[in-house]
C-alpha cells in the first residue's frame, strides 16, 4: 500500500516505520529537527519488542507534496487537526482513506468538517513510545495495538486490506463494529491519567497507593463515563471502577503524555481532553465539577511555559 503518515513523533514514527519496513510505499511528514534527521540520517525505532533502522525514507513537511496514497494515518497533536484537514482535502478526493490515531472522541468530528465523511474510518492506539531525540522513536514496552472501525459499523474492504497491511507488518490490529464506544473507553482511561497525574505532578503508583488521588482519579473517570452515556455511547455504569482497577496493574512510574509535556513547558492537548469532557457535560447538562477543577488548575499551562524548547 502507499501510505502517507502525517505526523512522524512517538506513534507515527513506530507504526510508520513498521509498514515501511515491511515494504509499503511510506511518506513520512515531519517538521523541523525532526524532518531534517529523516531526510539525513533516516529513521530509527528503539524497541526490545519490533525494532526498526530504516537508513532511508521519504520525507516531507507538505502534505499536498506526497502525492496520491491509499491511506493516511494521522498522528499530530490535537491542536493541528483543522490545518491538517485542510491539506488532505486532495488525498481524501483521490480515494485515500484517513485513519487518525489521535487522542480524543471529537477529533474525527473535526476531520469531517473538511473531508468527506465516507474517508474518515475512526481508530485508536494504544503505545507508549515517544521521539528520543530526532530521528529517533523510542518504544517503551510492548503493547502496541491498533482497533479501528467504520462509524456505521459495516466490515468494509478497505478495513480489511488496511488489516491484512498492519498484520503484514507485525502490526497487532483490530476490527471493531462499534469503533464510537472504542474510543470512548480510551477516552475514559486517558483523560482520567492525563488530568490527574499532569495536575499532580505524579506517576500513576502515587495516585493509587493515596486513597484521596484514587478517589479523585475514579470521580474523574466517572464524570466521562455520565457524559457518554449521556451522548448515547454504550459504557457499563461500572466503567469507571474498571479502569481504576485497571491502573493497579500498570507499572509504578507510568505517566502521561500531558504530564511529559507539562514537565517539559510544551502545549498541552487539556482543551481536547479533560477541557472537552466540561464543554461536553454543559451540553448534555452533565455535572463535571472534579473535571472542570483540574482543567481550570492545569489551564495556565496549555499554551507552554515561555521559553520552553520545542
Known sequence: MRIIV??????????????????HDVVFIARGRQ?????????????DHA??????????????????????????????????AR?????????????????????????????????????????????????VVRHNGTLARIIMGEYDGRSTDRL?????????????AE?????????????????GLSSVT????????????????????HEVMAEVVDVARARGVRLPADYAAQQVAFCDTLPEQMGSSMLHDLLHGRR???PWLGGAVVEMGELAAVPTPANRILAAALSPYVQGSPGAPD
Open 6 to 23: 502525517v505526523g512522524t513523533g512517538g506513534v507515527g514514527g513506530y507504526f510508520g516505520g513498521q509498514l515501511a519496513l515491511a515494504g
Open 35 to 47: 524532518l531534517q534527521a529523516l531526510n539525513e540520517r533516516g529513521l530509527r525505532v528503539e524497541s
Open 51 to 84: 525494532p526498526v533502522t530504516l537508513t532511508e525514507v521519504q520525507a516531507t513537511d507538505d502534505v499536498t507534496a506526497a502525492g496520491n496514497a491509499d491511506l493516511a494515518i494521522v498522528a499530530v497533536k490535537l491542536w493541528d487537526t483543522e490545518d491538517i
Open 87 to 135: 491539506q488532505l482535502t486532495m488525498l481524501a478526493a483521490g480515494g485515500a482513506a484517513v485513519l487518525s490515531l489521535q487522542n480524543g472522541v471529537q477529533k474525527d468530528e473535526e476531520l469531517a468538517r473538511h473531508l468527506p465523511s465516507e474517508s474518515i474510518i475512526g481508530g485508536a492506539c494504544y503505545i507508549s513510545a515517544s521521539i528520543e531525540s530526532p530521528g
Open 160 to 172: 480489511r486490506a488496511i488489516g491484512d497491511a498492519f498484520a503484514g507488518a507485525g502490526i497487532d
Open 175 to 191: 476490527i471493531s463494529d462499534d469503533i464510537a464506544a472504542v474510543l470512548w473507553r480510551k477516552f475514559v482511561f486517558l483523560v
Open 198 to 217: 499532569s495536575a499532580t505532578r505524579q506517576p500513576i503508583g502515587v495516585l493509587r497507593a493515596v486513597p484521596a488521588t484514587r478517589a479523585l482519579l
Open 268 to 270: 498541552l492537548e487539556l
